[in-house]
């Protein structure tokens, strides 16, 4: 009795842990008949296996994510997006068992033990100091950061790991890092040189130039660059500053789209504020209102933004700018008047991040090509199989012609008259 006591009083903690965690208010409520498609398709028998249809399942993200079911839908669309790229990037790290990684010790510790208390301070899961929020936070950031060595721990990634925590348990929060930082692209923009978060605020930056013409050249009037508000954006995906419901749907979104999700969001944030922002005159009070105004102006705004999100498609452009960046570098190191070793320093450095940046591209190609070998295969499978299809087929209709001569024969041979058998008696002599 006493044991079943303990596992009736471990179930009423899950259940209250899992009510704590979902403490946050939905940007988009799900209609009931929304939940049952996606549970639907989470009871799926060997749903790890099957590729669903995307359109649907992108309907289904576009309609609302049930709160619930967050977590196991983030899973699923995982398991998507591994379907659909069956050869994974050789950037993927040693498959080494989280338990083992948390045996280890980490030179990261101190920072990330720094980080915890400013990680989601006024959420009831992870507001106590030290208690199950911030140890499971802790263990899942320490994991990574002996995982993944060139990143370690980088500030920002509490916030993401965060998200993750309260939707699912603390080993499968710690897989779903994994993936949005290997899989999703999440991981660049964490490195050390932080080059590619440069970029990024360039980028972000040209996409406000095209679409916003005039809230660009408003924010250039006061020197206001993407770096004085947005890098925070892209360092904790919006988590840091934005109610939590709305960040969960940021992550919805990232999970089917990948990490460009995030400059969407930027962009569609900016432009729908753009009247309240033109407004102010002066830096401090731009860059106050983006901060702090801006993530809490409502739920109907943030559903605008999101319904927004899901019908750009900027993917072109953001290849464009980060290809103009590394020119106009290379123009500007070649024009200023730098020492020769200054500038030798700084080529070294752009050619370090266009290194990486094409090992990551050969990788991109190599998983490609090796998809073109598998589909051609297939193909060549396929063909031979119709072919062998087509020459049965061939075989049955000869087989099914020489059945139909001879049904054809026998109902002949039924058809003709019968000849009477000749009478015996009248051929005998009679016995005159």
Request: aromatic share 8%.
């Amino acid at each position: 009795m006493e044991k079943e006591n303990q596992k009736l009083q471990a179930s009423e903690n899950d259940l209250l842990n899992k009510r704590l965690k979902l403490d946050y208010e939905e940007i988009t409520p799900c209609l009931k008949e929304v939940t049952t498609v996606w549970e639907k398709m989470l009871s799926t028998p060997g749903r790890s296996k099957i590729k669903f249809d995307m359109e649907k399942v992108h309907s289904a993200v576009g309609q609302g994510v049930p709160r619930h079911h967050r977590g196991e839908i983030w899973k699923f669309l995982a398991e998507q997006f591994h379907l659909k790229h069956p050869f994974p990037s050789k950037q993927q790290p040693k498959d080494v068992p989280y338990k083992e990684l948390l045996k280890k010790l980490t030179s990261q510790q101190h920072a990330i033990l720094i980080d915890l208390g400013r990680t989601f301070p006024t959420h009831p899961y992870f507001s106590a100091q030290l208690g199950a929020g911030q140890l499971s936070l802790y263990n899942i950031l320490k994991a990574y950061s002996l995982l993944d060595q060139e990143v370690g721990y980088c500030q920002g990634l509490s916030f993401v790991a965060g998200i993750l925590l309260l939707h699912m348990s603390e080993e499968e929060a710690f897989k779903m890092l994994k993936f949005l930082m290997f899989d999703m692209g999440l991981r660049k923009q964490y490195r050390p040189d932080m080059i590619i978060l440069q970029i990024q605020m360039y980028q972000l930056s040209r996409l406000l130039h095209d679409y916003h013409r005039d809230l660009y050249n408003h924010l250039e009037e006061h020197e206001i660059g993407p770096s004085l508000y947005a890098a925070p954006w892209f360092l904790t995906v919006f988590a840091s500053q934005f109610p939590l419901g709305f960040v969960a749907r940021v992550f919805d979104m990232i999970f089917l789209q990948g990490s460009e999700v995030i400059f969407k969001v930027a962009l569609s944030l900016l432009g729908s504020h753009k009247p309240l922002i033109l407004q102010h005159e002066n830096l401090e009070t731009i860059v106050d209102f983006i901060k702090n105004t801006l993530p809490n102006l409502g739920l109907v705004q943030m559903e605008k933004t999101i319904s927004q999100v899901f019908e750009m498609d900027i993917a072109k452009q953001l290849q464009a700018y980060e290809v103009e960046y590394h020119v106009l570098q290379e123009e500007l190191i070649e024009s200023s008047p730098l020492s020769d070793n200054q500038r030798m320093e700084k080529l070294e450095k752009t050619n370090s991040s266009l290194r990486k940046q094409n090992l990551d591209l050969l990788e991109q190609l190599q998983v490609a090509n090796a998809r073109i070998q598998s589909l051609e295969a297939t193909v060549e499978k396929l063909l031979t199989s119709e072919s062998k299809l087509k020459q049965a087929a061939l075989t049955l209709e000869v087989e099914r012609s020489a059945l139909l001569q001879m049904v054809e024969e026998l109902r002949r041979q039924s058809a003709r008259p019968s000849t009477p058998e000749p009478d015996c008696t009248q051929l005998e002599p009679t016995g005159d």
